[in-house]
């Protein structure tokens, strides 16, 4: 955290064609860096869509991507402060690089690692560096980054879990006493895609009353055991925030719009204890930002007041054309909640730090504009 | 990263093994074909001449002049680009904007095409010459029709296979750029010759709708220029005829032609329009009158004809084989041909020319063009069937194989296994050597499993090592080695040693084997060259290319390249 105020980045980029529940954009806050991940260059190709990793430390956003390594498949921001981050395979490659990181900077050399699951929370470290991994096809590895041993595979996990059907486990985190939490996604109605680890060992699903099949967009490893934001799909589409302690503590759902679809999401623990995900939703127009809390009591969502940043062609909030302001969606509780949104704008190779205003009314310039030395078609 | 280019339409060595193939097939067409000719020529001698025929003029015309286009494409064939250029640069153009359906049928067929290039060229050489000298040596009787019935048969599967439906999909779709297609002509010109006997037809209302079918296909063609999504009646920098001009005085092709069609792209912007005008007049009045039987009107009419084809022929059309690759005389010859045969129909109202008896080298020399056609068929059969692909796609990829001699520069690097590995300790093993990098996102896993791929092919030898120098300063541990090893599925594969170790002894290797690494911004890959070495038993350079593959081990590319491997190592052995 940066004081008393929690801060949360939200990497807004939504021309990237993403499937529901792997926004591979957003960002975490940490107590010391807060880290964003943002899709610049040509958003709509995937040979010239570069990730690129911004962090903070300061108040100042420098860009930390690290090098040596196509970043097309994504990047994902693991462990407290984002001590590792784990660029995901692309192309015709299966292996995921994995750069250890130190104060928002790549530290060392990076090593070569299985393949991980295409999601922002497929890379998990706890303080001590021991790290949990879901792999491409459902395997959840654990052990020091790179030398891992299986603890489960998507077989064992849909066994738990029967009534889920569970179709794919792309997320991890620590639940608390070495315990784990799996994120998937469910077939089935009425489960959330949540997969807990008991104290013993065993696995067993979470049930969320009045979903349908439920997919785990994002998890967090916390104090109070470990939080999860989760879509909803069918007719009635909608998120939540869980509290995953040592019982299950759901918030009140958003429900989303016809169109409306997840573009990026930032997690961060706000100064109360409590989770935080900022989720950008996107739907061809000014979309809307909103806030949804975890922890031991039950919240509402909150949508904060600016929907897109002016000038921000990559927002996922909606085009850039026609944009003559910020379009307020409504007045939010922004600094009621004690926390920063921070998004980006991006324009092909320029990328603009933007901050949500206290009134959660503009965006603000936040530091200098970054320009990229783009490889356009390196990697094809 | 990749430093592979594209697919190179020259490329000296698939040029010398066209020629080469060439050279053998003449030998094996000049016995065969010589055997079959002397003994029509026996059996003939000892058979009753057959009777005179009195071809109609119309169908001699046809005969002759097709015979003679197809003559002159099959010549058009032996050009060096051929074997590469067909399938690139004529046959999937001609797709590029058409159905799925479409585009995959003839994106099947120059897969195959390129998997076997040289055998497809050659194979399409000896058939349309074998069908021009067959149409033409061949006057009369069954011989003359089987020559058509197999030139039509061959032109269909142009048609469809080569050209795409004459380029159907590929706008703008106008008379003046070659619609329907030289090969919809060719087919149309043969089926007309095959339906016909060679003799005056016995019932000439048969005989009439040919006339009348074309005359429909020119109104037909004059629609093209009216509809067509082309500018013709648009004048300045918008005129297609300008626009077509430009782009033709832009390809290699004779001075004086460049100059020519420099001078049309510059004069057509102000007399475009008219110009379309006078083509759409021509051609609706030609079928006009070719659909109303005006023998008095077509005497005069086709002349016009003739002028206004033979002029977009030589300034649109480029004469057809000035630029590109060239594989037919384009489409107004076949118009002309076409035109003035249905003239003469008109004007004979069918009726056969002189009763002449068939000359006594005909059927011999028909015999010998058949013998041809039945060999570039089988050729081109063997494209259809034959598995795996030839090493041609991956040298015209590569630029061709750099013999190499003296010591390959020695390293001791470490496997992935953590074990020090040096070049003198693989001796007397024949070394296959590539640099690449663990985590790159495009080509490295691929030329990989192209490698594996090629030692399955050699039998999994265990004289041969095959040996991965790491090309990524970042990612250069044994455990990023192993990484890339087990993602790729390739634990088991012995005698690959994929080869490690500190920037500094890193960049010694790149040094000495000239391979350049560099970083090309954040997000970037590690860039880094992709040639491949050969290294005999006795640790001396053998020969290198640059390695360069398709969008998959199983691609034409890939398999091409898997050849190429297979084959250097052999000859190293």
Redesign the interface.
């Known amino acids: 955290m940066r004081g008393r105020v929690g801060l949360l980045v939200m990497a807004v980029a939504a021309l990237v064609a993403q499937p529901a529940g792997a926004a591979l954009e957003g960002g975490t806050a940490g107590s010391d860096v807060a880290t964003a991940v943002v899709a610049t260059g040509r958003l709509t190709s995937i040979e010239d869509r570069f990730f690129q990793t911004f962090s903070s430390t300061g108040g100042e956003w420098r860009l930390s991507t690290p090098a040596g390594v196509a970043t097309n498949g994504g990047i994902v921001v693991a462990g407290p402060d984002a001590a590792a981050l784990a660029v995901l395979p692309s192309f015709a490659s299966h292996v995921t690089a994995l750069v250890p990181m130190q104060a928002g900077r790549p530290a060392g050399r990076g090593i070569a690692a299985a393949a991980l699951a295409a999601g922002p929370s497929s890379l998990a470290l706890d303080a001590s560096g021991q790290a949990v991994a879901a792999l491409r096809g459902g395997q959840i590895v654990r052990g020091r980054l790179g030398a891992w041993r299986a603890v489960a595979d998507l077989r064992s996990l849909a066994r738990s879990a029967p009534g889920c059907d569970l179709a794919s486990a792309e997320a991890v985190a620590e639940a608390g006493d070495g315990r784990l939490v799996v994120g998937g996604r469910c077939r089935r109605a009425g489960w959330s895609g949540l997969i807990l680890q008991g104290a013993g060992g065993q696995w067993g699903g979470v049930r969320a009353r009045g979903f349908a099949a439920g997919s785990v967009l994002m998890l967090r490893s916390e104090a109070h055991g470990a939080a999860a934001l989760v879509a909803s799909g069918g007719r009635d589409r909608r998120i939540a925030a869980a509290s995953l302690g040592r019982s299950v503590r759901w918030s009140r759902p958003l429900r989303m719009r016809a169109g409306e679809r997840v573009c990026s999401i930032a997690g961060g623990t706000l100064a109360t204890g409590r989770t935080a995900f900022v989720v950008a939703l996107c739907d061809g127009g000014a979309g809307r930002v909103a806030v949804l809390t975890a922890g031991p009591s039950r919240s509402r969502p909150a949508i904060l007041a600016a929907g897109r940043a002016k000038g921000a062609t990559a927002v996922g909030l909606g085009p850039a054309a026609g944009a003559a302001g910020d379009r307020i969606v409504r007045s939010g509780p922004l600094a009621s909640l004690g926390i920063s949104v921070e998004s980006f704008a991006v324009e092909g190779r320029r990328v603009r730090p933007l901050r949500l205003s206290a009134d959660g009314r503009r965006w603000l310039a936040d530091g200098a504009e970054v320009v990229l030395s783009l490889p356009y078609g390196s990697s094809s | 990263?990749?430093g592979m280019g594209g697919l190179r339409l020259r490329s000296p060595e698939v040029t010398a093994r066209f020629v080469s193939a060439l050279g053998y097939e003449l030998a094996l067409l000049v016995l065969l074909g010589g055997l079959a000719a002397l003994v029509v020529w026996l059996l003939q001698r000892r058979t009753a001449p057959p009777p005179a025929s009195a071809e109609p003029p119309w169908r001699r015309s046809l005969r002759l002049g097709f015979g003679a286009l197809w003559v002159a494409a099959g010549l058009l064939q032996l050009q060096p680009a051929m074997p590469i250029g067909l399938s690139e640069s004529v046959v999937r153009p001609t797709v590029a904007s058409a159905p799925t359906w479409l585009a995959g049928l003839v994106g099947t067929a120059a897969d195959a095409w390129l998997r076997h290039p040289i055998l497809g060229a050659s194979g399409v050489v000896w058939v349309e010459l074998g069908l021009g000298v067959a149409l033409i040596a061949a006057r009369s009787g069954w011989p003359s029709r089987a020559a058509a019935t197999a030139s039509a048969a061959f032109a269909a599967v142009v048609l469809v296979l080569g050209s795409g439906f004459g380029g159907l999909f590929v706008a703008p779709y106008a008379f003046v750029f070659g619609a329907p297609g030289a090969s919809a002509l060719y087919l149309a010109a043969s089926v007309a010759i095959a339906m016909s006997t060679g003799e005056p037809p016995a019932r000439p209302r048969w005989g009439r709708l040919g006339p009348i079918g074309l005359g429909v296909a020119l109104l037909a063609m004059a629609a093209t220029q009216v509809a067509s999504t082309g500018g013709f009646f648009e004048g300045g920098d918008s005129s297609s005829f300008s626009a077509m001009a430009g782009e033709m005085a832009q390809l290699a092709q004779p001075a004086p032609m460049a100059a020519i069609e420099r001078w049309f792209a510059s004069a057509s912007k102000g007399i475009g329009p008219l110009l379309n005008i006078v083509i759409v007049i021509v051609l609706s009045s030609t079928g006009v009158a070719l659909i109303a039987r005006s023998g008095a009107i077509l005497r005069r009419l086709r002349w016009v004809f003739v002028a206004m084809a033979a002029s977009v022929w030589l300034l649109v059309q480029d004469l057809g084989v000035a630029g590109g690759v060239a594989t037919d005389l384009n489409s107004m010859p076949a118009w002309v041909l076409l035109v003035l045969a249905a003239s003469q129909a008109i004007e004979g109202d069918g009726a056969g020319g002189p009763r002449v008896v068939e000359a006594s080298w005909r059927r011999p020399v028909a015999s010998a063009a058949a013998v041809s056609v039945l060999m570039g068929g089988s050729l081109m059969l063997g494209v259809a069937v034959l598995p795996g692909a030839t090493a041609d796609a991956a040298l015209a990829i590569s630029g061709g194989v750099r013999p190499l001699s003296g010591p390959a520069p020695g390293f001791t690097l470490t496997d992935q296994r953590g074990r020090r590995v040096s070049l003198g300790s693989l001796r007397p093993k024949v070394v296959v050597l590539v640099f690449l990098d663990?985590?790159?996102?495009?080509?490295?896993?691929?030329q990989a499993q192209e490698l594996r791929l090629a030692a399955r092919r050699m039998g999994s030898p265990t004289d041969v090592a095959f040996v991965a120098v790491n090309a990524?300063?970042?990612?250069?541990?044994p455990?990023?080695?192993r990484?890339?090893i087990?993602?790729?599925g390739l634990a088991g594969w012995r005698q690959l040693h994929f080869l490690t170790g500190s920037a500094t002894e890193l960049r010694r290797v790149w040094s000495d084997y000239g391979v350049s690494v560099s970083?090309?911004?954040?997000?970037?890959?590690?860039?880094h060259a992709e040639p491949i070495f050969i290294i005999g038993r006795e640790g001396q350079l053998v020969s290198t290319w640059q390695l360069g593959s398709g969008e998959?081990p199983g691609s034409v590319e890939g398999q091409s390249t898997v050849s190429q491997v297979a084959a250097e190592v052999e000859r190293a052995r």
């Open positions: 990263m990749s663990p985590v790159c996102t495009s080509e490295c896993p691929i990524n300063p970042h990612y250069s541990s455990a990023s080695s990484a890339f087990d993602a790729e970083r090309i911004g954040p997000g970037g890959m590690e860039l998959s």
